[in-house]
């Protein structure tokens, strides 16, 4: 049914604003009713407004596009469809709870917010330095893992929005062994709030290793089934080569970091430049394109799946030599009681623990306690603590006035930031580009929208 | 211990409805010797005058009283009495240590005189305490002159400070030098009653969304802006919700008669 609108009303403009021409609603109705209509007019400009419910968006993502024709003149971004408010809810729950709300920010690649507030917390309350060595490898074996899982969801949607839908299948059943592994370890696939301030929720369980040497020969096996479907496929090279350029001045002014960057030949990662978690200590290389555009950002990501798995044999190598060490900050002032063991039912509280504080020390009992319903306390102060995220710089900016809550949490999401480039990616290009242009600033509108 | 009805309940715990009893010991050490009044934030205007980095401010947030987050009723616990000031890091004097004096020493060389004024140093980081007037002219200059050029803005946000009076807002800017690989915090404080603060967007275009974020948020003015809307709430939305004042909107949950009140309703034990 046709819905033209008077003519002189912008259901969309303030009111009172000027109309400028005809306005239609391309809603529900024949698309051939408004084609005629069109065909009157003369031009061909009209404001597409794609998303926020769209397949190739990456979530709710709206781009309110100018088009002339299939070119896109202008291109504005709409986001806030996600927002849930998760930093405000973290000012009223202690800090231990606060991994469980920012894990959900960017849930594809949740271990990177855990593992920077953790950072952040630790270094206001100054126990950076007494975080144990095996809670710091586990951290960033299970950051390497993520990083390509990450990657993978983003080639494979990436592929499945421009028409490659095996590398779509192929990428979810590949990050899928990775979520086993995480399932293993942390108990849960996404949403994983397992690393706490001071350390990690639980040691490794008995089978991981076994289980992460599985994982990484899988990914031996079937990483490279990407590179032969689409490094030198013609219609994928078409379709990316040359599409959202960005220079390294455009990325340097916009503040654009992670492969965006990295795909103009700057090699600028943070585990290099300014290592965290011990990442001076393990080999690896940074991987660079120079070709600024979604080709390069492809090739960029297939390398850094790569590199990540080079780093998880590393920490597999240490960790198989650390059993038995200490996951935890042996303050226990700090350390909240999450020791695990594995019931009949799953999952069950450790009976050691149990038996410690119920019938052994009264102490025990008291700081369990104490630290289960005030949570402890983190001198006042700031602290920003930025880690490489799969999508360029993730920095947790904490507040602390000395209490038992964060007085301020903020994240710096690469994928907001990143998104600012939009426009300048997409405009003067077709319509097609726009996707493949989105596609490979790979955003996640759960980190966009906090 | 307060007695119950001296105030509107979100007040009981703010500093300036309680003057200093006498005589009364007090568990921070570090702040005994001085008067534990809250004091303005750095965009006090006599500190402005002084030069780089002097004049700097304490910041005591508030004081708080008693222990366990009781304030109303009698005093069952035995710890009413106990206060403790609860102050962010205070200024730092030279020297900063490594590289923070570098910088200090090249900013001093070229931004205007009296823009800035405080260096904090804690936990291994910078923090420069900026005077918003002249928040533009430093960030170009951090922008331009080659021995810092700090060309990447990774991240603004607010803070909101109810407490601090004349400088409620803060808005904080993490700078970062990719050419020398080294990061510095700028921080800028305005009043509620005017919250208005240079917008950065002309020397870094990436402060774009996190401005509109701020805005969105804390209701800081980013004068020069050239879009500053909201980004993340509907844009016709009331207020600015992660100032402190504006409430969480939860909901009592029941659960078999019990009563589970909404989590910025629960004690806090700070």
């Not at chain 1, 604003?17 to 024949?30: H, W």
């Not at chain 1, 421009?162 to 949403?191: K, P």
């Amino acid at each position: 049914m046709s819905t033209v609108q008077d003519q002189h009303v912008d259901p969309f403009g303030a009111a009172g604003e000027p109309v400028e021409g005809r306005v239609y609603t391309a809603s529900g109705q024949d698309w051939t009713d408004i084609a005629d209509r069109q065909a009157e007019r003369g031009d061909e400009r009209i404001v597409v407004n794609m998303g926020p419910q769209h397949p190739s968006t990456h979530g709710v993502l709206r781009l309110v596009l100018e088009m002339e024709g299939e070119s896109v003149l202008e291109a504005r971004c709409g986001i806030g469809y996600l927002h849930t408010g998760i930093e405000k809810n973290m000012e009223v729950r202690n800090w231990t709870q606060g991994v469980t709300f920012c894990t959900r920010m960017d849930y594809l690649a949740s271990l990177f917010q855990e593992v920077a507030y953790c950072l952040s917390v630790e270094r206001l309350l100054g126990i950076e330095d007494q975080v144990p060595e095996k809670a710091t490898v586990m951290r960033v074996l299970l950051m390497e893992l993520n990083r390509i899982s990450s990657h993978l969801v983003c080639i494979a949607t990436g592929g499945m929005e421009i028409g490659a839908l095996t590398v779509m299948t192929i990428g979810f059943r590949d990050r899928e062994m990775i979520l086993d592994a995480f399932e293993l370890i942390t108990g849960l696939r996404m949403n994983h709030a397992f690393i706490r301030p001071g350390g990690v929720a639980n040691d490794l369980p008995d089978n991981a290793i076994a289980k992460l040497r599985d994982t990484v020969a899988w990914l031996k096996k079937h990483l490279p089934e990407y590179a032969a479907f689409c490094n030198e496929n013609p219609i994928f090279k078409g379709r990316l080569e040359g599409v959202g350029h960005l220079d390294l001045t455009g990325c340097m002014a916009l503040g654009i970091t992670g492969p965006v960057l990295r795909s103009t030949g700057f090699d600028w990662d943070l585990r290099k430049k300014q290592p965290y978690c011990g990442y001076e200590t393990y080999d690896f290389e940074v991987a660079t394109w120079d070709t600024a555009d979604a080709y390069g950002r492809f090739r960029v990501r297939q390398e850094e799946m790569w590199q990540s798995l080079r780093i998880v044999e590393q920490c597999i190598d240490r960790l198989e030599g650390m059993v038995g060490e200490p996951v935890m900050v042996a303050d226990t002032k700090i350390a909240w009681p999450a020791q695990m063991s594995i019931g009949p039912d799953g999952m069950g509280n450790s009976h050691e623990h149990i038996k410690h504080i119920m019938g052994e020390s009264m102490e025990a009992l008291i700081h369990h306690f104490k630290l289960v319903t005030e949570g402890f306390r983190v001198p006042p102060g700031q602290a920003y603590v930025p880690v490489e995220h799969p999508r360029g710089e993730l920095g947790a900016h904490l507040v602390s006035d000395g209490g038992t809550r964060p007085y301020r949490a903020h994240f710096r999401d690469p994928s907001f930031s990143n998104l600012q480039a939009m426009p300048i990616m997409c405009e003067g290009a077709m319509i097609s580009d726009v996707v493949v242009a989105v596609a490979s600033l790979d955003p996640v509108m759960g980190g966009v929208d906090r | 211990m307060t007695p119950a009805g001296t105030g509107p309940e979100k007040d009981v715990r703010r500093a300036e409805e309680h003057a200093p009893v006498e005589g009364v010991e007090r568990e921070d050490t570090t702040a005994s010797d001085t008067d534990l009044e809250p004091a303005g934030g750095s965009a006090d205007v006599t500190a402005a005058e002084a030069g780089f980095g002097e004049g700097g401010r304490r910041r005591v947030l508030e004081v708080r009283r008693g222990m366990f987050g009781a304030a109303s009723g009698a005093d069952t616990s035995g710890y009413g009495r106990l206060q403790r000031a609860v102050e962010m890091p205070q200024p730092t004097s030279r020297p900063y240590g490594g590289w923070f004096d570098t910088v200090a020493d090249e900013m001093a060389a070229v931004v205007p005189s009296g823009s800035v004024t405080g260096v904090v140093v804690h936990r291994g980081e910078v923090t420069f305490e900026v005077a918003r007037e002249h928040l533009l002219a430093v960030a170009r200059v951090l922008r331009d002159t080659p021995t810092l050029r700090f060309e990447h803005c990774a991240s603004v946000s607010g803070v909101h400070f109810p407490t601090l009076e004349g400088a409620e807002l803060h808005v904080v800017y993490h700078l970062q030098s990719m050419t020398h690989n080294r990061r510095i915090r700028l921080e800028v404080s305005c009043p509620e009653s005017d919250p208005h603060v240079p917008s950065v967007v002309a020397v870094y275009p990436a402060a774009d969304w996190h401005e509109r974020e701020t805005w969105d948020m804390f209701g800081v003015v980013f004068d020069g802006h050239p879009a500053l809307t909201r980004v993340l709430m509907p844009d016709d939305w009331p207020g600015h919700p992660q100032r402190k004042d504006y409430p969480l909107g939860g909901i009592d949950i029941e659960y078999k008669g019990a009563v589970v009140a909404p989590p910025e309703t629960r004690r806090s034990y700070s």
